[in-house]
C-alpha cells in the first residue's frame, strides 16, 4: 500500500486541533498526522517517525509559527525524562487541553451525549505537588550510581537531582542517598546481569514536611546502612523513618512484600478530606493530597447523601472515599481486593471513629456480583478502579442492585469512556463529569462522574 508520507520525512505542518497527551493534529495528503508537543494554531517543521494505515506520527523539529500559548519548559530534563509530555504549554492551555480528552472520549468512545461537563479543577500552584517519589537506580554515562527517572523511549535512568514535581524534601533524601551510593560503592542492581544492591529509592512526604524513606534492595544485605540512615537524617531533619524493602524477584513491581525498620518508624501519618491514615511503603494513597479532596468532594456531591443511606465502595483501596462518606451516610460497604489495604481500610476506620463502615476483601467482580444475588441493595455504588476500568461483572452488578446513582472515580478517560457505553447498555445514562488535574504536565486527568437511571433521565 503507498502512504502520503514515508517514515524519515520531513515535513511542514498546520497543526489544526490537539490530541491526548500534548499531540497536535495535523494533516498530509488525506492522512491523519499526529505531531509530538505541538499546539493548535501552529506551523512546524517535523518529521515522520511512524506511518501506520490510518495515520502517521511526527515529532517537532523546529516551530515555524509558535502559539502564544507555547513556553520553554521548566525542568532541564524535560523532553529526555519519560514522566512528563505537557511542559511545553501554559497552565491554561494544558487545563483545557485535559477538559477536551475528556469531553472527547466521553462523546466518541463513551457514545455519551446531553451530559453536564463541569469545569475541569486545576491548582493554584502546579508544582511541587506529589508527596509520593520513586527513584530508579542506575549508572550514568561516566559509570556513577545514579538515583533518577526512566528516559524517555530508553531504559536509561537520569539523574534527578531536583524535580520540579516532586517536594524538596524528596529530592534532598534523593541526592543523600545517591552521595551514600557513591561514597561506600554500594551498586545499582543490573536486571540483565541480576547484580547490584539497589533496585530504587522511594519517599512519602506529608503535609507538615515529615518523610520516610525507603530503600529497596534485591537481596537482603544492606551495606552501610548506619551511614545511609546518618545521611539522609542530615538532609531532611523531618525524617521519621528509613525502612529496607527486600525485592528478590524479577518483575516490573518496584516493592517487594518484605519490609525491615531501620530507624524511627515504619508508617507516616498524613490528613485527608479531615481523616488522619497511616501509610505503610506498601499502601496506596493518592500522589496529590490537595486535588486528591477536591476530586473526593466532588464525588461526595455527586453521591447526593442525607444521612440514611446505603452505600458500595467498589474498589476502596485503603478506605479513603469510604470513611469520607461514612459522615453523611447510614452504612458504607467496601470491598477491596488486596488484604493489606482492607487491613489499613479497617485502622483507619478505628483511627477515626468510624463505626459505620465494613470491608471485605475480594476480587469486586466476584464480591458484589454474589451480594446483589443474595439481596444487597445499596441506594449509591461508588466505583474506583484502576487504570483498566471495571470488570463487566461489577458494572453489570452495578445496574441490577437498582442504585439510585452511580459515582465512577476514574484515572483513565479511555476505560470511563468504555465502561459510559457498557452502563448505557445496562440502563444507566451518564448525567455529569468533572475533571480534576491531579498529575499537572503529564496528560493524565482524574473524572468524576455521576450516573442516573435511563428512565429517570431527564
Same mark, same amino acid.
Given at each position: 500500500m503507498e502512504y502520503p508520507v514515508k517514515t524519515g520525512q520531513r515535513l511542514e505542518l498546520a497543526v489544526r486541533r490537539a490530541a491526548d497527551g500534548g499531540l497536535g493534529v495535523a494533516a498530509?495528503?488525506?492522512?491523519? @498526522?499526529? /505531531? $509530538?508537543?505541538?499546539?493548535?494554531?501552529?506551523?512546524?517543521?517535523?518529521?515522520v517517525t511512524e506511518v501506520r494505515r490510518r495515520y502517521a506520527r511526527a515529532r517537532v523539529l523546529r516551530v515555524l509559527e509558535a502559539s502564544p500559548a507555547r513556553v520553554a519548559p521548566p525542568c532541564p530534563l524535560y523532553g529526555r525524562?519519560?514522566?512528563?509530555?505537557?511542559?511545553?504549554?501554559?497552565?491554561? #492551555? =494544558?487545563? #483545557?487541553?485535559?477538559?477536551?480528552?475528556?469531553?472527547?472520549?466521553?462523546?466518541?468512545?463513551?457514545?455519551?451525549?446531553?451530559?453536564?461537563?463541569?469545569?475541569?479543577?486545576?491548582?493554584? $500552584?502546579?508544582?511541587?505537588?506529589?508527596?509520593?517519589?520513586?527513584?530508579?537506580?542506575?549508572?550514568?554515562?561516566? +559509570?556513577?550510581? @545514579?538515583?533518577?527517572? /526512566?528516559?524517555?523511549? &530508553?531504559?536509561?535512568?537520569?539523574?534527578?537531582?531536583?524535580?520540579?514535581?516532586?517536594?524538596?524534601?524528596?529530592? #534532598?533524601?534523593?541526592?543523600?542517598?545517591?552521595?551514600?551510593?557513591?561514597? =561506600?560503592?554500594?551498586?545499582?542492581?543490573?536486571? !540483565?546481569?541480576?547484580? +547490584?544492591?539497589?533496585?530504587?529509592?522511594? !519517599?512519602? /512526604? %506529608?503535609?507538615?514536611?515529615?518523610?520516610?524513606? /525507603?530503600?529497596v534492595t534485591a537481596g537482603g544485605e544492606l551495606p552501610q546502612a548506619e551511614a545511609l540512615i546518618a545521611a539522609l537524617r542530615r538532609a531532611v531533619p523531618a525524617l521519621r523513618g528509613v525502612?529496607?524493602? @527486600?525485592? &528478590?524477584? &524479577? !518483575?516490573?513491581?518496584?516493592?517487594?512484600?518484605?519490609?525491615? !525498620?531501620?530507624?524511627?518508624?515504619?508508617?507516616?501519618? $498524613?490528613?485527608?478530606?479531615?481523616?488522619?491514615?497511616?501509610? &505503610?511503603?506498601?499502601?496506596?494513597?493518592?500522589? %496529590?493530597?490537595?486535588?486528591?479532596?477536591?476530586?473526593?468532594?466532588?464525588?461526595r456531591a455527586f453521591c447526593g447523601l442525607r444521612g440514611k443511606e446505603l452505600v458500595v465502595d467498589a474498589y476502596c483501596g485503603a478506605g479513603t472515599i469510604s470513611l469520607m462518606l461514612a459522615g453523611q451516610a447510614g452504612r458504607v460497604l467496601g470491598v477491596e481486593i488486596v488484604p493489606e489495604a482492607v487491613h489499613n481500610a479497617r485502622e483507619n476506620a478505628a483511627r477515626n471513629g468510624v463505626d459505620n463502615a465494613?470491608?471485605?476483601?475480594?476480587?469486586?467482580?466476584? @464480591?458484589?456480583?454474589?451480594?446483589?444475588?443474595?439481596?444487597?441493595?445499596?441506594?449509591?455504588?461508588?466505583?474506583?478502579?484502576?487504570?483498566?476500568?471495571?470488570?463487566? #461483572?461489577?458494572?453489570?452488578?452495578?445496574a441490577q442492585c437498582g442504585a439510585s446513582r452511580l459515582v465512577y472515580v476514574s484515572c483513565n478517560p479511555a476505560t470511563l469512556a468504555r465502561d459510559t457505553a457498557r452502563l448505557g447498555r445496562l440502563g444507566y445514562v451518564l448525567e455529569a463529569a468533572r475533571p480534576v488535574d491531579m498529575f499537572p504536565w503529564t496528560g493524565e486527568v482524574e473524572t468524576a462522574a455521576r450516573f442516573g437511571p435511563a428512565s429517570l433521565a431527564r
Open positions: 498530509q495528503g488525506g492522512l491523519t @498526522v499526529f /505531531v $509530538e508537543q505541538a499546539l493548535p494554531g501552529e506551523r512546524v517543521l517535523a518529521q525524562c519519560g514522566g512528563c509530555a505537557m511542559q511545553f504549554m501554559d497552565y491554561a #492551555a =494544558h487545563l #483545557a487541553a485535559l477538559q477536551e480528552q475528556v469531553r472527547g472520549q466521553l462523546e466518541r468512545l463513551g457514545g455519551a451525549g446531553g451530559f453536564d461537563l463541569l469545569p475541569i479543577l486545576g491548582m493554584e $500552584e502546579p508544582w511541587r505537588y506529589r508527596n509520593k517519589a520513586a527513584f530508579r537506580a542506575g549508572r550514568n554515562a561516566d +559509570g556513577q550510581a @545514579v538515583l533518577g527517572f /526512566v528516559g524517555r523511549r &530508553s531504559h536509561a535512568v537520569l539523574e534527578a537531582a531536583d524535580c520540579p514535581l516532586q517536594r524538596g524534601e524528596a529530592c #534532598a533524601l534523593a541526592r543523600a542517598a545517591q552521595s551514600w551510593m557513591r561514597e =561506600h560503592d554500594i551498586a545499582p542492581y543490573d536486571e !540483565t546481569r541480576r547484580a +547490584g544492591v539497589v533496585r530504587h529509592f522511594l !519517599t512519602r /512526604v %506529608n503535609r507538615r514536611g515529615e518523610a520516610l524513606a /525507603v530503600v525502612v529496607q524493602n @527486600v525485592n &528478590s524477584r &524479577s !518483575t516490573q513491581e518496584i516493592l517487594g512484600r518484605e519490609c525491615r !525498620t531501620l530507624y524511627g518508624a515504619g508508617e507516616l501519618e $498524613e490528613e485527608l478530606c479531615g481523616l488522619r491514615f497511616r501509610l &505503610s511503603p506498601l499502601a496506596f494513597f493518592q500522589v %496529590n493530597p490537595a486535588q486528591t479532596e477536591r476530586l473526593y468532594a466532588q464525588a465494613e470491608f471485605l476483601q475480594g476480587a469486586c467482580e466476584e @464480591v458484589l456480583p454474589r451480594l446483589v444475588a443474595q439481596g444487597l441493595r445499596p441506594d449509591v455504588v461508588v466505583l474506583d478502579p484502576p487504570r483498566r476500568g471495571c470488570e463487566e #461483572a461489577v458494572l453489570r452488578a452495578a
